[in-house]
């Protein structure tokens, strides 16, 4: 008998479909839960204390209702802050997400790199530790931004994109010294992807942008290889902590999940 147990994603919102998304596309047939703490939307704007308290508590209710294989903590600013205390409390394979320093770091030429997350996420030390072992000859600038949440959660409830908010955003990042030679920005926060065209259209210059989606897809894959998957797709689960927005539905049946639920 084939194991239906789920690949649960956990964020705050809807940014973890942008780690969903290669991952189906690595595992078609696997069976997915990607769960949304939209009563405790957004994670930026949190204290540590009440983000490390509240991923772990979370995540435990989720585990005990979906019983998944592994859990993927689809969140820059739960990964850096709760990671640790999400593996001390839960007995399952916990596979967190960081900023894409160290493929940035590969790639850029100018040896300038931005950093665009969320504020909780840019002042973390583990960037500071990322970019020691990854980027330690770049020159690396963070700049931190709650309106490209909002801006990326809109977008999937079909709202028409704000140009000038995304310059502004940008903004942040190249209006730092040293900010124009940017070429590569690294999207910490995995609402950011959602909206990777319109930050694309609203750069002052071409640059790359790169996230950790794909990497963590990879890493899941290798996590699961040895295990059984379903012959086909069941429906995906997409589980808020808040009453489901209506508005998301078209957008998440375009991942996949087509059941919503409340936790």
Not at 17 to 36: E, N, W
Not at 89 to 99: E, K, M, N, Y
């Amino acid at each position: 008998m084939a194991d239906d147990r789920p690949i649960l994603f956990f964020d705050s919102g809807v940014g973890g479909l942008s780690v969903l998304a290669p991952t189906r596309a690595l595992l078609p047939s696997a069976p997915l839960v990607y769960a949304a703490d939209s009563a405790g939307f957004p994670y930026g704007t949190r204290s540590e204390d009440e983000i490390a308290a509240r991923v772990p508590a979370l995540l435990g209710r989720l585990a005990e209702r979906y019983r998944p294989r592994l859990i993927v903590i689809a969140c820059n600013t739960a990964s850096t802050i709760a990671l640790a205390h999400v593996r001390a409390a839960l007995d399952v394979p916990i596979v967190g997400t960081v900023p894409a320093i160290k493929p940035a770091a590969a790639v850029s030429q100018s040896r300038v790199i931005g950093v665009l997350g969320t504020r909780a996420t840019v002042r973390q030390p583990y960037v500071d530790d990322l970019t020691a072992r990854f980027a330690a000859d770049c020159t690396v600038l963070r700049h931190g931004s709650a309106d490209l949440v909002e801006l990326a959660e809109a977008k999937l409830r079909g709202a028409a994109p704000d140009p000038a908010r995304f310059r502004a955003v940008l903004d942040g990042l190249f209006e730092q010294p040293g900010g124009e030679r940017i070429d590569v920005i690294v999207n910490a926060c995995t609402h950011f992807p959602l909206v990777a065209t319109e930050l694309a259209a609203a750069a002052p210059h071409p640059v790359t942008f790169v996230d950790g989606g794909p990497g963590i897809a990879r890493r899941i894959a290798h996590l699961t290889q040895e295990m059984d998957w379903p012959a086909q797709a069941s429906p995906g689960i997409a589980v808020f902590t808040a009453t489901p927005d209506p508005a998301l539905a078209p957008a998440l049946a375009g991942y996949g999940l087509t059941r919503l639920e409340t936790l």
